[in-house]
């Protein structure tokens, strides 16, 4: 899989990109991450990628003349399967919706910036809008991490234990069970029996029973999907 970011602010995915299984996606071969500087696409001297708004008011829009160039640019090597747009009012992201873009091959990421980015670079230039929560980030960068890292981890190949990404929380509508390890006994605070027992069946009926029970308590509305 290849996921190229479009960005105002490279360095921010230096130590994200380089670390733990990202890193291990990306040496293995499985993710091709390439980092583009939207500034290198502005138009201008001073290389300038905003400017204000017609409305008025406070707060400056990223322009659509560097991020058609960015893309257009990009577009000559790669065929993207999607060019998603990293904003608040966007598509809720979601493990059914990470499932999803993991099948494709080749995904772009615009990451907004300022007060947002010009409509018309929404209405024409992007296919998906993507929200990771209904809150404002000072820009789309961090959302465009949250994305790649739950993509990489479901590509076939980048998990050690390949079963370990189908038991995430949210694969099958239900969160985790809880884990334990060693000691069996901390300051009286005790792993339950069952976990104990060497019992296997036993142990996957209690797994499945404490999943249902935490998804019923803190995500209930997955119950009824
Ligand atoms: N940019 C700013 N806030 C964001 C959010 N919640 N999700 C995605 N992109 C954003």
Same mark, same amino acid.
């Given at each position: 899989m290849q996921i190229d970011i479009i960005t105002l602010f490279p360095a921010m995915f230096d130590g994200v990109f380089s670390q733990s299984i990202l890193k291990r996606a990306q040496d293995k071969g499985h993710l091709q991450i390439n980092i583009h500087n939207l500034r290198d696409y502005s138009l201008s001297k001073h290389k300038s990628v905003d400017d204000y708004a017609f409305s008025g008011g406070a707060g400056m829009v990223m322009q659509i003349e560097p991020v058609d160039n960015c893309l257009e640019h #990009? /577009?000559? /090597?790669?065929?993207? +399967?999607?060019?998603i747009y990293t904003a608040p009012d966007g598509e809720p992201f979601s493990q059914p919706l990470a499932n999803e873009l993991s099948l494709k091959g080749n %995904?772009?990421?615009l990451c907004g910036h300022y007060k947002g980015v010009d409509e018309r670079i929404r209405q024409? #230039?992007?296919? *998906?809008? %993507? @929200?990771? $929560? +209904?809150?404002? #980030?000072?820009g789309g960068e961090l959302a465009a991490m949250v994305i790649t890292d739950a993509l990489a981890r479901l590509i076939p190949g980048v998990l050690n234990d390949e079963q370990s990404a189908l038991s995430d929380s949210f694969q099958d509508n239900l969160v985790a069970?809880?884990? !334990?390890? *060693?000691?069996? +006994? !901390?300051? $009286?605070?005790k792993v339950p029996d069952i976990l104990? @027992?060497?019992?296997?069946a036993k142990i996957e009926q209690w797994q499945y029973e404490q999943a249902l029970e935490r998804t019923k308590q803190r995500r209930p509305y997955l119950l009824s999907e």
């Open positions: #990009l /577009k000559q /090597k790669t065929h993207f +399967d999607e060019i %995904i772009c990421i024409h #230039l992007v296919t *998906r809008e %993507i @929200s990771i $929560g +209904d809150y404002v #980030l000072s069970p809880p884990v !334990y390890t *060693r000691p069996a +006994d !901390y300051k $009286g605070w104990l @027992s060497g019992n296997q």
